[in-house]
């Protein structure tokens, strides 16, 4: 079936504007999770998703990012006011359970912000 | 807290080449471990895992064996191929928390 698929693939801004990514997880998968990867380093996670509990936001760098998920299915990152230091990839990730479970990523949306 | 630590890369081998890539842990609990690969231009995917100590992932010609006496998940394959050149990724879930990720080992591979 199909995977993972996030858009846009790639997106240039201007410092100061709104982004908004977003993910479409595999369908029946129960979590969800948002990662960074800045260039040259590891993946830095953000956000998880595990169908109607709150999310644990625990990984989100600053109140200028924040993300919703719609029931078990699509999920929008949103980055207020964008700073430079918030170019990278962000990785969309979902797995068929909670935490434990084999994770499948996304392509990821490459950020560039001017 | 838990965390996954790897070898530095980049490493460069000739094709045919033994290929290690070290992988050591720190968690409180019974993580699973993982290998994920990232080819050039794209997702992460899966490689291996294991989920238990002793156990040993394999996968496209890749073993990892999960050592918990020395914390370890180290990635091997005999004789490595030009289309091995990628990243990878070590990586730990302990249920009930976050996955960690470590920070990535590029190879690549020469004919």
């Known amino acids: 079936g199909a995977g993972v698929s996030q858009s846009p693939s790639n997106k240039v801004t201007e410092k100061g504007k709104d982004v908004e990514l977003r993910c479409d997880p595999i369908?029946?998968?129960?979590?969800l999770y948002w990662y960074r990867q800045r260039l040259g380093q590891g993946l830095e996670f953000l956000i998880y998703?595990?169908?109607?509990?709150?999310?644990?936001k625990s990984g989100l760098p600053s109140d200028r990012f924040s993300a919703e998920r719609t029931g078990e299915s699509v999920s929008t990152l949103t980055i207020q006011r964008t700073q430079q230091e918030d170019s990278a990839v962000y990785l969309c990730?979902?797995?068929?359970?909670?935490?434990?479970?084999?994770?499948?990523f996304g392509p990821g949306t490459r950020l560039l912000v001017l | 807290g838990d965390s996954v630590t790897q070898m530095e890369g980049p490493v460069t081998l000739s094709e045919e080449a033994f290929l290690t890539i070290n992988c050591t842990y720190t968690?409180?609990?019974?993580?699973?471990l993982f290998w994920y690969v990232q080819y050039p231009g794209e997702g992460l995917q899966l490689l291996l895992k294991?989920?238990?100590?002793?156990d040993k992932g394999s996968n496209k010609g890749f073993e990892a064996t999960y050592r918990k006496e020395t914390t370890s998940f180290h990635l091997e394959k005999g004789s490595v191929q030009v289309s091995d050149s990628a990243v990878y990724f070590c990586a730990l879930s302990d249920p009930g928390n976050q996955f960690y990720f470590g920070t990535g080992t590029s190879l690549t591979v020469i004919p």
């Open positions: 294991a989920t238990k100590a002793d």
């Open positions: 369908s029946g998968h129960t979590a």
């Open positions: 998703f595990q169908g109607n509990s709150a999310p644990d």
């Open positions: 990730a979902s797995s068929l359970g909670p935490m434990g479970e084999t994770q499948y």
């Open positions: 968690a409180t609990g019974y993580p699973s």
